[in-house]
């Protein structure tokens, strides 16, 4: 099972959005890294839900729930995503910066990448952070 974190702005679409969803099309993602994100994924893996904009903070874990899929004519693709669960307390970007394991995530060094993979030990630092 791999990990991924899949950042949404919260006025958009946030994680109270996708619980009363129960689920929703990671659909509209435009950039080549990011898709190639979205086609590795797998039914299964999990991924953090991270709030960008204002809030800038990882609040829940989805589940993804169908591997990808043509979203659209172009080449682009999407998957459909699910919630698991809300995290216990949430971990904020100024968090991730300063937590030892977390220096070469992905998202920090990318920090425009909507969709990107999580290691298996940055997702355990990630968790002890929210206190799972």
Same mark, same amino acid.
């Given at each position: !099972?791999?990990?991924?974190? #899949?950042?949404? /702005? %919260? ?13 929703? /099309? ?14 590795? !994924? ?31 004519? /172009?080449?682009?693709?999407?998957? +459909?995503? @699910? %919630?698991? +669960?809300?995290?216990? +307390? ?16 992905? !998202?920090?060094?990318?920090? +425009? #990448?909507?969709?990107? %993979?999580?290691?298996?030990? @940055?997702?355990?630092?990630?968790? /002890?952070?929210?206190?799972?």
């Amino acid at each position: !099972m791999a990990h991924w974190l #899949l950042k949404s /702005e %919260p006025d958009s679409y946030g994680w109270n959005d996708l619980v009363r969803d129960g689920g929703t /099309e990671w659909d509209g993602v435009r950039n080549h890294a990011a898709a190639r994100h979205l086609r590795a !994924m797998a039914v299964g893996d999990d991924a953090i839900f991270y709030h960008s904009g204002k809030d800038k903070a990882a609040v829940g874990i989805a589940r993804i729930a169908r591997a990808a899929q043509a979203d659209g004519d /172009e080449g682009w693709v999407s998957v +459909r995503v @699910e %919630p698991d +669960r809300a995290l216990p +307390r949430p971990v904020t970007l100024a968090a991730m910066k300063a937590a030892d394991g977390l220096q070469d995530m992905a !998202m920090l060094r990318q920090s +425009r #990448l909507s969709v990107s %993979p999580v290691t298996d030990a @940055e997702w355990a630092v990630l968790m /002890e952070l929210a206190g799972e």
